[in-house]
């Protein structure tokens, strides 16, 4: 028998409902494994994932609609928060990675990296931050653990490398010393057994061993400037820069013309080293001048920030400025030793000391145009004898 024709009458399975938008948005905030919280205009939390809650340990009936400093007894009441979201943010509409670092009384310290967006909806027109938290706690104990394994390392390092070099170049002077003394020897003794030559190539070789053994002592004395000799105590820069121009035979030498600042400030340093720095600039100053008058000023530039900027300017030759950072290596020159005695190491030695004593130095010049050295310490005041004496 034929089946009646028309419509079929099989019921259709019904589609599942469409979500609205808001379900939507809830269910992807919810994946996110991150702390995320959605604020309204008047940052009042409109929505807050799970990680939220369980991360900072409140729940949604303290949470929804407060305001966002409320939460958690005021705990989130923290000031480069507010700055973020009523200062920076309105401005820049998104910022990323803002560090904040909180003590929570529930949880304890918290490093986080807040991440925040102004965003329209599209249906009201109304305003949203988007607030995502990273707490990155433990990523930053674990990096600090490790630049202080590195710099522990390097430091260890650096100690036996000025050990080994300390060791070598004391164990290199001893023949030298016999180099030179048995060369003098056989100039005394057996010059009239030698020809003009002979006797030449001997000044040359007791001149190479001095020559060494100046280089060997420029060594210990940088491998000493690596290590306290003590702690630092006051020092009267005053008088100590007197003493230095009383004691360098080159600017009586050359008649140069020294102007020393008056009242220049006591440091906090070693004296041994400071008169070390002073030196090696001064002596530098007038050694390396070709002016038939060398000029040397000695002051202080500037006093900031509990350091003192002192300077050396002279009227000498002056460095070309790509050799700035250069002429402070070990050993470097940069004038042939014909025209310039010296071993090169003197500029080396005065970073060293500088940096050990918490300062730096750098230098001003232009190729024959003379050149100001720049050197900073710290300042010698009252908030700072407390501290010298616990050391001492």
Known sequence: MPKPQGKSTRLKRPSPPLWDGRSYADAIIE???EPLLVLDSDLRVKLANRSFYQTFRVSPQETKDRLIYELGGRQWDIPKLRRLLEEILPQDGQVEDFEVEHDFPEIGCKIMLLNARRLRHPETDTELILLAIEDITERKREEEEMTALKDDALEKRVEELDAFTYSVSHDLKEPLRALEAFSQFLLEDCAD?????????????ANASIR??????????LSRASRRLGPPVRVDVDGLVGEIIAGIHVINARGAALAVEKGLPDVLAEPVWLKEVFANLIGNAVKFNKSELPHVNIGVRAMD????????????IGIDPQYHERIFGMFERLNRREEYEGTGAGLAIVKRVLENLGGKVWVESELGAGATFLFTLPVWAEATASTEEQAA
């Open 31 to 33: 994946t996110v494994r």
């Open 193 to 205: 057994r030698l020809d003009e030559q002979g006797r030449d190539y001997l000044i040359k070789i």
């Open 212 to 221: 060494m053994k100046n280089l060997v002592d420029e060594l210990l004395t």
């Open 305 to 316: 920030g509990g350091m003192a900027t002192f300077y050396v300017q002279d009227n000498g």
